[in-house]
């Protein structure tokens, strides 16, 4: 662990920190964390990085602490690295420390630090711990990316179908009624559609307005997160690009506890806390269960059938070769790889038909809505 200079201390003032409640919301991982802004990914990377290189130039921890604190500009990041100093004063470790925290620094984060500190290398530990937070961002940010364009044509319709449901129906529901025509089943629908749509419109508004504020953000995001990731597991479409991404994850996360020089059973515990669905974490206990009882880490991971035949086979070879941690930083680099070209295949196939989509609401809408007129036609004509 890198040295704790015992006369540098954090100044204590009051007024640079955060308030006790604040502290205490921070601290909690419930509702309450949610409603402030809290430190992004992205913050907390850069802290990770800017804090190995500090301590790998030599400077004590308290003191490195005390320089981050005083140069961010973020008052709640500066708050937190301050409770952090007093609570490594009074005694605590720094893993142990970063815990009055679980919705800014992950067990996997404090497990690496925790370990960084076991070996004396937190320097280390944390430029790795680094580099994987920015990988991670890095996937965010492609995966956003790409799904910008399907984004926008899903958006655009649903402004085609409110305009539809709000003001075009209505109107030729009102012609309909005055001319008393008689409606066919599927216009129907669609005027009681219309009907509910207008009905409920005074709710959307509020309920869209409360998706820009961050807190209802983050605890929607984190509610129906679990939900997409079981149901992309569940869907044949998107069940192996979901898989490919999990897996990658875990990959990358296990690699570098690894070279970390964690024990095998504790960088499963560590590593696997990459924010899979709830089946992960059974996978996960199945792993322990087997290597205890005695069987290989490949045998383990073929029992599961989570893992794909390139997963196992570089992981035998690692087995084989002593070299575990570099054999599953390539399946890494190659599951990273695999997901791009699968992401491209998928949209590939993806845009069009939401194109098609698209058009087909549009014509059913379209012909729902000139049925009546047909009946009339015949009505005048006869």
């Known amino acids: 662990m890198a040295p704790v200079d015992s006369a540098v201390r954090p100044r204590p003032t009051p007024s640079d920190g955060i308030s006790p409640d604040v502290r205490a919301a921070l601290a909690t991982p419930g509702w309450s964390l949610r409603q402030m802004r809290v430190p992004g990914a992205a913050d907390i990377a850069m802290l990770t990085y800017d804090l190995g290189v500090l301590l790998g130039a030599g400077l004590p921890l308290l003191q490195a602490l005390d320089v981050l604190g005083q ?31 679980p919705s800014l620094f992950s067990p996997l984060y404090r497990g690496i630090v925790g370990n960084g500190e076991t070996t004396g290398r937190l320097d280390l530990a944390l430029e790795r711990l680094a580099a994987f937070l920015e990988r991670d961002l890095e996937f965010r940010r492609k995966v956003r990316d790409i799904l910008v364009y399907p984004a926008m044509v899903m958006a655009m319709a649903g402004v085609v179908l409110t305009i539809f449901l709000i003001y075009i129906i209505p109107a030729f529901d009102q012609v309909y009624r005055h001319a008393g025509a008689s409606l066919p089943p599927l216009t129907r629908a669609l005027v009681a559609w219309s009907r509910l749509a207008r009905t409920t419109m005074p709710l959307v508004f509020p309920c869209a307005a409360a998706l820009l504020v961050p807190p209802v953000r983050r605890w929607l995001v984190g509610t ?15 069940r192996s690009l979901a898989r490919t991404a999990l897996l990658g994850r875990f990959a990358h996360s296990m690699a570098m506890v690894l070279h970390s020089g964690v024990p095998l059973l504790s960088a499963l515990d560590v590593a696997g806390v990459v924010g899979g669905p709830q089946e992960f974490g059974s996978v996960i206990d199945t792993l322990k269960r087997s290597i ?41 680099a190659i599951l990273d790889r695999e997901f791009d070209v699968r992401m491209r295949r998928f949209l590939t196939l993806l845009e069009p038909l939401l194109i098609l989509m698209v058009g087909a609401i549009v014509g059913v809408i379209l012909m729902a809505l000139y049925l009546p007129m047909f009946g009339l036609a015949r009505a005048v004509l006869h």
């Open 71 to 101: 140069q961010t500009t973020d008052q709640v990041l500066r708050g937190v690295l301050q409770d952090v100093s007093r609570e490594i004063q009074v005694g605590k470790k720094f893993s142990e420390a970063l815990g009055r925290f």
């Open 292 to 332: 205890i009882g005695g069987r290989r880490l490949t045998e383990a991971m073929r029992g599961t059938g989570w893992f794909t035949p390139t997963f196992l086979n570089m992981v035998n070879v690692g087995e084989e070769t002593g070299k575990l941690e570099t054999m599953i930083a390539r399946t890494a």
């Open 224 to 238: 129906c997160l679990p939900l997409i990731q079981r149901g992309l597991l569940a869907i044949p479409v998107t």
